[in-house]
């Protein structure tokens, strides 16, 4: 039974095979063969290279050629295609399928002519050329024509007779649509079609014409590059131009569109003769535009632009575009207005060491800040160590080490990166430029050194008579010829004093197990004790303070102690400030308890000499034992005033203890 079932399966597949084979493939070839037989154009079209419309309408007619990928315009005007109109166009022409056809022989049977259809004098005449891919090189075809009549009585088909002439096809009237476009929709919209993702470089050239020939930088030719995603000058000068800028002048540029195409201008051709010519160049290819001469038009464009009669590289096309004025004077004046501001090439992250010298001031020794390596465990987003290195001709010691501020080494190199130029002042400075802008023996020397084997950079600051400060870039073997104008307040964040870059910390921050377990505030001039109190293991006061608050803030500056800055020099019994000579008039004295072993505790006396507060902002402190003087920070300060004179008007003050 089984078997007699196995037998009738395999025949039923045979036979469904056989059916397959035999009679789906045959409608298979049937369709296909309906299909090309419905095709008014076959293999002829599959490359179409170049195509004339002549039309009996009176701007009806025109030519496109193709080269490679893109379309021309050639006739009435040359001038790039619209891409997607010239692929309409293709594409129709290509897929065009008739509805229904007829031997143009059988029209005298039903007393007809061609001329029933307007096939003999027709409105359109399709004539293309087509290359033919199987042929070697790509040999072109003949050129194939395609006339075009009149429509159907209903209005939704057309006539048109086969490029052998023997068959008249009627077809859907969307051909005559795409034929029938406008000249202002089948050319490009825009002038330049290299946008800034594909721009390699851009080339400026202005030349001498009417009013311009005064203008300074008439004739220059300005080349800026592309190199990764940085864009620098090539010419006349070498440096870096301002990426940002120059990307917003190619956009500028790509939004430029044509306005008329008048049949003659005022002078020569834009090409002949440019004001401006301006060149992009992409991947492979480069679109050029001539600016010629202004148009003196009774319609004066918008404010702020102006009107030129322009052509493009390649094309006989005149134009007239109009320009915003804000984008001519970037490109007339390229050398200044594209290049990049930002004076130092330089990663703030990536600087080792900066070093800082005066050579107008030959009696302050140079300093070095250098970077550390970070301790084992200290986060990546953590800003690493510094350190000051002084080296001193006088003394026959070594260098001298002192921790410098991360935090205000951090903001010199924010500073140094963000600086930026007021104005772009020479790229030949000559002998007596360099002497009147103050090179001779610079104010400042900065040399940036960076990891990655890059020669250190070499910031060079000078000032004239006038006291402006200009800025010079270079490498320690060449100073560099740029000279940029900079903003004076460049010399205030550039001291060349250790004491301003050493780390504000006074004393190492206590421990969290250390306590503060006793103050004492002495007014060294009466002997009288203005602050006296202890503190429980808690932290909490013995007995009730006036100023509570006041007392807390003095403890917690006294776990970590800052200067807002340290006065050169040790410890002396006076202090220089606000034009004299100012003694210690207070002592506070802490008394820090540190837990020991076996049960006991260590203590240690910190005393802090004071000055009286010589204004709002500004007290001084020392502590003999570390042979130091400092400025106070404003928290501290705000509270030895409370604890001194507690809440009273600074302007009615009260000498303590009257």
């Known amino acids: 039974m089984r078997s007699k079932v196995t037998l009738v399966l395999i025949f039923l597949n045979v036979a469904l095979f056989f059916f397959i084979f035999k009679f789906e493939r045959n ?22 290279r170049s195509l004339e419309i002549v039309s009996t309408a009176p701007t009806g007619s025109f030519t496109l050629v193709r080269q490679r990928d893109t379309w021309s315009l050639h006739k009435p005007l040359d001038w790039p295609a619209n891409p997607h109109a010239a692929s309409s166009i293709v594409n129709e022409l290509q897929l065009l399928e008739h509805e229904a056809n007829f031997r143009v022989a059988d029209l005298s049977k039903n007393n007809q002519s061609l001329a029933d259809f307007g096939l003999d004098k027709p409105k359109l005449t399709v004539t293309f050329s087509s290359s033919d891919p199987a042929a070697p090189g790509g040999a072109p075809r003949p050129t194939t024509s395609l006339k075009i009549g009149d429509a159907t009585k209903d209005g939704k088909r057309l006539y048109v007779l086969s490029p052998n002439g023997d068959r008249v096809h009627v077809v859907k009237r969307a051909l005559l649509d795409s034929l029938s476009i406008p000249l202002d929709q089948l050319r490009a919209d825009a002038l330049l079609s290299v946008r800034v993702f594909e721009a390699r470089s851009i080339i400026i050239q202005t030349g001498a014409s009417g009013a311009d020939a005064s203008r300074s930088g008439i004739g220059v030719r300005v080349r800026i590059r592309r190199d990764g995603t940085r864009w620098t000058f090539d010419a006349p000068i070498t440096a870096r ?38 060149t992009l160049e992409g991947n492979n290819r480069q679109e050029i535009l001539y600016l010629g001469e202004p148009v003196n038009s009774a319609t004066p464009p918008a404010q702020g632009t102006v009107e030129y009669f322009a052509q493009l590289d390649g094309r006989s096309a005149l134009f007239t575009v109009v320009v915003p004025t804000q984008l001519l004077d970037a490109l007339r004046n390229a050398q200044e207005t594209l290049r990049e501001k930002r004076i130092l090439d330089i990663e703030a992250a990536a600087v080792t060491a900066v070093t800082l010298a005066a050579p107008v001031q030959p009696n302050l020794s140079p300093l070095t800040l250098q970077r550390l390596e970070p301790p084992a465990g200290q986060l990546a987003n953590v800003a690493p160590p510094w350190q000051i290195i002084r080296r001193s001709e006088a003394t ?56 990655g084997g890059n020669a250190p950079v070499v910031l060079r600051l000078g000032t004239d008579a006038a006291r402006n400060v200009y800025a010079r870039v270079g490498t320690p073997t060449d100073a ?82 800052r200067a807002a800055e340290f006065v050169p020099g040790g410890f002396t019994e006076k202090v220089a400030a606000a034009g004299d000579d100012r003694p210690w008039r207070y002592q506070l004295e802490a008394v820090i308890s540190l837990p020991g ?62």
């Open 27 to 48: 409608w298979r070839t049937e369709a296909q063969s309906l299909e090309s037989r419905r095709r008014v154009l076959g293999p002829e079209a599959a490359d179409i």
């Open 241 to 278: 131009a301002a990426r940002t800028t120059i990307e917003l002048a190619i956009n500028e540029l790509n939004a430029l569109r044509a306005k008329s195409f008048p049949a003659s201008g005022t002078g020569p051709l834009p090409s002949a003769a440019p004001t401006l010519k301006v």
């Open 396 to 451: 026959a010691t070594g260098p001298q080490t002192l921790p410098a501020d991360r935090a205000t080494v951090q903001k010199l190199l924010e500073l140094l990166s963000l600086l930026s130029a007021v104005k772009f002042t020479s790229d030949a400075p000559t002998s007596a430029d360099l002497e009147e802008w103050g090179f001779n023996r610079p104010a400042r020397e900065i040399i940036l050194t960076s990891s």
């Open 480 to 561: 560099g010829n740029s000279i940029y104008q900079v903003g004076p307040e460049i010399l205030n964040v550039l001291p060349v004093t250790p004491f301003s870059w050493r780390d504000r910390a006074v004393t190492e921050p206590l421990p969290a197990a250390a306590r503060i377990a006793s103050l004492r505030l002495t007014d060294l001039e009466t002997k009288q004790a203005l602050l006296e109190t202890t503190f429980n293991p808690a932290g909490e006061p013995a007995g009730p303070l006036r100023e509570p608050k006041a007392v807390r803030d003095i403890v917690t500056a006294l776990r970590a102690l």
């Open 597 to 658: 072993t076996a049960g006991t505790d260590q203590t240690n006396t910190l005393a802090l000499n004071l000055t009286e507060r010589l204004g709002g902002n500004q007290q001084f402190g020392g502590i003999k034992q570390l042979d130091t003087v400092f400025a106070l920070e404003q928290p501290l300060i705000d509270a030895l005033w409370a604890v001194v004179y507690g809440p009273r008007d600074p302007g009615s003050r009260t000498e303590p203890g009257k």
